[in-house]
């Protein structure tokens, strides 16, 4: 485990961690899809997708929030990343948004710990070093000016996705 005392990354499975939100790494539509998006959906139940479908889907950069059901975790925050697409289309700028929005959804809700996965950095292809950057550079400017939420959870599934962080929490924190 690598940590600051609010900021922390973990290898593991982001459907069993007992926080009080985890985040999605949806698509438009909200209603599932693979990855980390289809474990979720799993763990949490069929009332996840029943709840999804009235959200009338999502921007991309964008998030909604709904209940995490069967989930060790109140909420599920539904966070749709950009699609990579070599760079120069906005794919900076929209992922940082997804974590700024779900950090906003998270602190108006009074969320005190929330978990993220790798937000666009499997499906979506986007460069797992860039993303990463992006990542901990969002939560750690949210938080320097948000005393609501104690503890963000980076939850990386591989190895070396946890590698990854590791590095840029070292640097970057
Ligand atoms: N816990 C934590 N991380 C996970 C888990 C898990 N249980 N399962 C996978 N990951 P991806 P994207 C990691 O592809 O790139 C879906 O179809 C995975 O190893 O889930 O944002 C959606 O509906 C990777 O590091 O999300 C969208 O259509 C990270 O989660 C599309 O995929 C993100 O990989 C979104 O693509």
């Not at 999502?58 to 697409?85: E, F, N, Q, S």
């Amino acid at each position: 485990m690598t940590s600051s005392k609010k900021i922390l990354a973990i290898q593991g499975d982001i459907t069993q961690q007992a926080v009080d939100a985890i985040v999605n790494a949806a698509n438009n539509s909200l209603l599932g899809g693979g990855g980390v998006d289809r474990a979720i959906h799993r763990a949490a139940g069929g009332q996840l997708l029943e709840e999804c479908r009235r959200l009338g889907g999502c921007a991309t950069g964008d998030a909604k929030m709904t209940k995490g059901y069967r989930l060790l975790a109140k909420w599920v925050i539904h966070a749709v990343g950009p699609v990579w697409r070599g760079g120069n289309q906005g794919e900076d700028e929209l992922l940082a948004r997804c974590y700024r929005r779900s950090l906003e959804l998270a602190a108006e809700n009074d969320i005190k710990s929330i978990a993220f996965p790798a937000i666009s950095t499997g499906i979506y292809g986007f460069p797992l070093e860039r993303a990463t950057r992006i990542a901990v550079t969002e939560v750690k400017q949210f938080l320097q000016h948000s005393s609501c939420i104690e503890q963000v959870i980076f939850v990386c599934f591989d190895t070396r996705t946890y590698e990854c962080y590791k590095q840029v929490l070292l640097e970057l924190l």
